[in-house]
């Protein structure tokens, strides 16, 4: 089996990326600290076409060399916005109707494999700090708490791990509804 070369690969340019039907789903990124996430996170949600990022209290912005070298280009295509408070933004998708979910360990919260989404809806997936996770109070604020079930001695993911894992999740959801 012989792999493709990148030009076979029928890649959008970023002019066409940026007219092309996104995928319902929005990234909120709750004081994440390695500018290393914050570009895989770019990097997973150009993949899919995610909407848009927001980058929420100490998360860094682009452009950094940092943020720049994972994200390969990413932070040109995908639509980003900081906001300092990640509550404020929370309430602002909840009140545009997203289902917004926080990606946490938390008591009643469901599993990844069992959530599921009704056709046209907007979500939002809130991940958090790589020590500390989703703030309390987002968590509160977001109408559902996801969790990805994990078996080993470790019970925490990479951000951007765990991000790939939800996006691509989502995406293969949103994708079904479609058809």
């Not at 926080?102 to 997936?125: D, M, P, V, W, Y």
């Not at 999740?169 to 949103?174: A, L, S, T, W």
Request: charged share 25%; net charge negative; with cysteine.
């Amino acid at each position: 089996m012989r792999k493709l070369l990148n030009e076979e690969l029928d890649r959008l340019t970023t002019k066409d990326f940026k007219e092309s039907q996104k995928t319902p789903l929005t990234i909120v990124l709750d004081n994440v600290r390695s500018l290393n996430n914050i570009g895989s996170v770019f990097r997973s949600a150009d993949a899919y076409r995610v909407e848009k990022i927001y980058l929420c209290g100490i998360t860094a912005q682009p452009p950094h060399k940092d943020i720049r070298k994972t994200a390969l280009g990413a932070t040109e295509t995908i639509e980003w916005e900081y906001v300092e408070d990640t509550i404020d933004v929370i309430h602002k998708l909840n009140d545009a109707g997203y289902t917004t979910c926080a990606i946490e360990q938390a008591e009643r919260s469901q599993n990844l494999f069992n959530f599921s989404l009704q056709k046209g809806q907007k979500t939002a997936i809130v991940l958090g700090n790589e020590v500390k996770g989703v703030q309390q109070e987002v968590v509160d604020a977001c109408k559902e708490v996801i969790e990805l079930d994990q078996y080993g001695t470790k019970h925490s993911l990479n951000i951007s791990v765990c991000a790939g894992i939800v996006i691509y999740d989502v995406f293969n959801k949103i994708s079904l509804l479609r058809n």
